[in-house]
């Protein structure tokens, strides 16, 4: 279907260094270093510095950034790891890819971040890492984390797949934790043209297992010392993102911005049940996505008004329908309905709207307008019942 607004837009991103992307590519091309090349380097450096860390492992996918990273930071069989049960489903396969034992907790309803009540209540004598990820474009507090890890001797291993360059309470994504891993998914705020991920961390000895695991456990070529695998950022993946890095700050500010129009537009449908995710961050938020929740005191089901956006050409997404508790592939973790009702609650209510650099005011305005009429009547005449 062709929608009038997408629910993302690359092309408004891509197309103003169209000619800058080329000659980057071309540049790898003509030197011909496609695996672990100057480019990939180059581009380690600099998202690990941009992000207030001393070293970047480009790897093949976000996945493999959790699964292999986990691995690095000699996080295995017999360990448990905390995590929230409202994230993509990644997050939990990486867990169980490094062999150790998930331990799945629910949500803050105003955020979906994770709650780190709820972890602190989790723990256990074989806890040994927390996941906190960085949802939606807003980091989980970072005091609160350390403050978390210090008290029960933990790891603070941050999946940051949402939250490129996202900042609260004077911390980067990707600098909070010993290690953090990163998704350049096509659509992501740094994104790449196909699949890629990124490891960051503060500890040298992680770096150097990271660099290992990634290309066959091998400290030399053909001289292999632990078993890895084949997982390494692409030199041209490496040298589209180096060339778009500079762009992300005002890439971000702009996201952050399209969120601003959205809330004072969307204000006016607070009484009839329709409420964005709250910012803690203040202009830390890079907001990877936009959602809100349609309550249930809202006069329509999400899926009711999800419909009569997709009639009018407004795309919009779910981020996520299903729980990782829930998920088939996961039953024998032994989780059931009703385990964490936060997260369930949420996965019912939540919409993601269109958002990107370069979606106008009018835009929004006009999605805003769609969510309105959906309703039936005009903002200040909504009830609730």
Same mark, same amino acid.
């Given at each position: 279907?062709?929608?009038?607004?997408?629910?993302?837009?690359?092309?408004?991103?891509?197309?103003?260094?169209?000619?800058?992307? /080329?000659?980057?590519?071309?540049?790898?091309?003509?030197?011909?270093?496609?695996?672990?090349?100057?480019?990939?380097?180059?581009?380690?450096?600099?998202?690990?510095?941009?992000?207030?860390?001393?070293?970047?492992?480009?790897?093949?996918?976000?996945?493999?950034?959790?699964? @292999?990273?986990?691995?690095?930071?000699?996080?295995?069989?017999?360990?448990?790891?905390?995590?929230?049960?409202?994230?993509?489903?990644?997050?939990?396969?990486?867990?169980?890819?490094?062999?150790?034992?998930?331990? @799945?907790?629910?949500?803050?309803?105003?955020?979906?971040?994770?709650?780190?009540?709820?972890?602190?209540?989790?723990?256990?004598?074989?806890?040994?890492?927390?996941?906190?990820?960085?949802?939606?474009?807003?980091?989980?507090?970072?005091?609160?984390?350390? =403050?978390?890890?210090?008290?029960?001797?933990?790891?603070?291993?941050?999946?940051?797949?949402?939250?490129?360059?996202?900042?609260?309470?004077?911390?980067?994504?990707?600098?909070?934790?010993?290690?953090?891993?990163?998704?350049?998914?096509?659509?992501?705020?740094?994104?790449?043209?196909?699949?890629?991920?990124?490891?960051?961390?503060?500890?040298?000895?992680?770096?150097?297992?990271?660099?290992? @695991?990634?290309?066959?456990?091998?400290?030399?070529?053909?001289?292999?010392?632990?078993?890895?695998?084949?997982?390494?950022?692409?030199? $041209?993946?490496?040298?589209?993102?180096?060339?778009?890095?500079?762009?992300?700050?005002?890439?971000?500010?702009?996201? $952050?911005?399209?969120?601003?129009?959205?809330?004072?537009?969307?204000?006016?449908?607070?009484?009839?049940?329709?409420?964005?995710?709250?910012?803690?961050?203040?202009?830390?938020?890079?907001?990877?996505?936009?959602?809100?929740?349609?309550?249930?005191?809202?006069?329509?089901?999400? /899926?009711?008004?999800?419909?009569?956006?997709?009639?009018?050409?407004?795309?919009?997404?779910?981020?996520?329908?299903?729980?990782?508790?829930?998920?088939?592939?996961?039953? =024998?973790?032994?989780?059931?309905?009703?385990?964490?009702?936060?997260?369930?609650? $949420?996965?019912?209510?939540?919409?993601?709207?269109?958002?990107?650099?370069? @979606?106008?005011?009018?835009?929004?305005?006009?999605?805003?307008?769609?969510?309105?009429?959906?309703?039936?009547?005009?903002?200040?005449?909504? $009830?609730?019942?």
């Amino acid at each position: 279907m062709n929608h009038k607004i997408p629910f993302v837009d690359l092309n408004l991103q891509h197309q103003p260094i169209q000619n800058q992307l /080329q000659q980057a590519i071309q540049a790898v091309l003509s030197q011909g270093d496609f695996i672990l090349g100057k480019a990939l380097s180059d581009f380690e450096a600099a998202f690990a510095a941009a992000s207030g860390t001393k070293y970047g492992i480009g790897v093949a996918s976000g996945t493999d950034a959790i699964a @292999l990273g986990l691995q690095a930071c000699n996080i295995g069989a017999g360990d448990q790891v905390i995590l929230p049960a409202n994230t993509f489903v990644a997050t939990l396969i990486g867990v169980l890819r490094a062999g150790a034992e998930p331990v @799945l907790v629910d949500c803050d309803p105003q955020t979906a971040l994770i709650d780190l009540e709820a972890a602190a209540k989790a723990i256990t004598p074989q806890t040994k890492a927390i996941i906190p990820v960085h949802l939606y474009g807003q980091m989980v507090s970072p005091q609160k984390l350390l =403050d978390l890890a210090d008290t029960y001797k933990l790891l603070i291993f941050e999946d940051a797949a949402q939250a490129h360059l996202a900042e609260r309470e004077g911390y980067r994504a990707g600098s909070v934790g010993i290690a953090a891993a990163f998704s350049f998914y096509p659509s992501k705020n740094l994104g790449a043209f196909g699949d890629g991920g990124m490891l960051l961390t503060r500890d040298s000895d992680v770096a150097q297992k990271m660099k290992r @695991l990634r290309n066959y456990g091998a400290s030399q070529k053909y001289f292999h010392v632990e078993l890895g695998t084949n997982s390494r950022l692409d030199t $041209l993946q490496a040298a589209v993102l180096l060339e778009k890095l500079p762009h992300l700050r005002q890439w971000n500010r702009d996201r $952050l911005t399209i969120a601003q129009y959205y809330d004072a537009e969307l204000a006016p449908l607070a009484s009839a049940g329709i409420i964005s995710m709250q910012n803690h961050s203040s202009n830390g938020h890079v907001y990877h996505l936009y959602v809100l929740k349609v309550e249930d005191s809202c006069l329509l089901e999400r /899926q009711q008004i999800q419909d009569k956006l997709t009639a009018v050409g407004i795309q919009t997404g779910i981020h996520y329908p299903i729980p990782c508790h829930l998920q088939p592939a996961f039953t =024998d973790l032994g989780y059931k309905q009703g385990d964490f009702p936060q997260a369930e609650k $949420l996965a019912n209510q939540i919409l993601s709207l269109p958002m990107y650099p370069g @979606l106008n005011r009018n835009q929004i305005k006009e999605v805003v307008a769609a969510i309105t009429s959906s309703l039936g009547s005009e903002p200040q005449k909504l $009830l609730c019942i």
